[in-house]
């Protein structure tokens, strides 16, 4: 800590002006953008040798570059089978017949990132310290759902895609005696993610066929209704004390989730055409609808917590003659009170239930490691241990989320593809307009085939005798610091490892339904 106030300003700038116009020697569509990065930060004393802040500030204003466009129109990608005469029907269609305008061809479009941080540290004694911080960032860009180079996106296919967070921690550091000092830490990070269609869902995804490509407009089907957000909670405590030639380290360590997670595709329908002919005259040649057989696709959302709780210790001995000696134990376990929700028919099928999580999973990790300064100029290392890893967020949320009884997906493979979209045979439900329009809303029959759906969809599950995954790692290495004869230098360091990794369990997919 000092009296002095410091700090810094910067601002970046770019934009297509400043970028090539060809690619392996042909000209391109260079679209305009403008680019911007500014910030700062400033720190100094709140209380002088005893309080001081750190605060910083940055944001990017930016745009990606979409490259795709039908032929001719000197997109970076011209999607085969796709010409401009397309283009323009298929919008015009969309516009005429269906009372919906999907938006032009993706080009520059706008993305941003912004980051707030403040810190602030307490010199609470020569003996104890203490700091906290806060973090806020807030990211969201335009993302492609469907990128391949035969498919093209109009551009209110796209999706915006981003995340909110909100950072806080905080921590004491302190020294009771010369050989004992702990460290205490708290730490919760809130992130809200964003994943929406840019121009809303009312109008569902539709899927044109021309030539071997395919042409998408309207909401992307896997942001029909998509939401996710959870809240990781940490407490780690640590002690160390040295004692002769050993230094003790000692601690607990729990990181709560709650995880909030919405996934159902196809709830304003993905609709599918065999030609732009078909588009035009209201033919489907597929169709898919899922939800909650209520008819709310929040309904289908699924929320849950679990913990990890990690107790260890380790001991770092040092010998006199250069040899240092560490040797620890690490015990991780798993706790949850919740479980999903129970399908009948899966039990009947396979014989267990849906329901398991890692409540109450173990693993015991025993760790050694060995280091030998040899000379002044040769060090060895080696150790053996077993380690865990991964985090089992997905592996839970599918379980939660694909329970076979909370979303229920119907498709023209199982029920009768619908009639004629526009001669009146058809009668459109769930229109957010309230005009029973066709695309806006769901034909009845697929309706009443999700609300009346038996409980018996596609279901992910835990295996009951799943393992925590774990894998013993061994490791030998060296250092020799060297110098070239004949006055080409010295400080030469190099530097060799070898690591070999044995898979005792992990993670894996199964479909059991073609298991005998």
Known sequence: GTKEFAGSLFFDYTDNELQGDTLAGQKIDRPKFIERRRGGSIGGPIIEDKLFFFGSYEKFEGFDIFDRGPIGSGAGREVPDFTQADFDRIRQIAIDVYDYDPGGVPGAEPT???????????????????????????????????GDDDEFEYFNHLYGRGAELKAYSAAVYSDWTPNLSTEFRYSLNEVDFTQASIAGTDFGEVQVEVGGSTIYLGADDSRHSNDLNYEVETLRGVANYNWNNHLITIGAERIGYDIFNLFAQHTEGQWEFDSIDDFENGVLETFFYGNAASGNPEDTSQQFTYEINTLFIQDEFQFDNGIQLTAGLRYDFYTSDDQPRLNENFV?????????????????????????????LLSLR??????????????????????????????????????????GSVTFVNDEGGQGRPIYGIPSEYVDAVENGSANSTVNAIDPDIKI?????????????????????????LNGDILYTDIESSFAVQDISRVT
């Open 112 to 146: 941003s990132d912004e980051k707030y941080l403040l810190r602030l540290d307490w010199n609470i004694s020569n003996n104890h310290r203490a700091t906290a911080t806060y973090l806020y960032n807030e990211s969201i860009s335009l993302q492609e759902s469907d």
């Open 469 to 493: 995954p774990a894998n013993w790692k061994y490791s030998a290495g060296f250092t020799y610091d060297f110098a070239l004869p004949n006055g080409l230098g010295d400080g030469y360091v």
């Open 382 to 423: 080696g150790g053996i241990g077993l380690y865990s890893g991964g985090n089992p967020n997905v592996w839970l949320s599918n379980s939660f989320s694909n329970d076979g009884i909370s979303n229920i997906q119907q498709n023209s493979f199982a029920l009768p593809l619908p009639g004629n979209l526009l001669d």
């Open 348 to 376: 009947a099928r396979n014989g267990f239930a849906n329901t398991n999580t890692f409540d109450g999973e173990s693993l015991l990790q025993p760790r050694l490691g060995l280091s030998l300064v040899f000379n002044d």
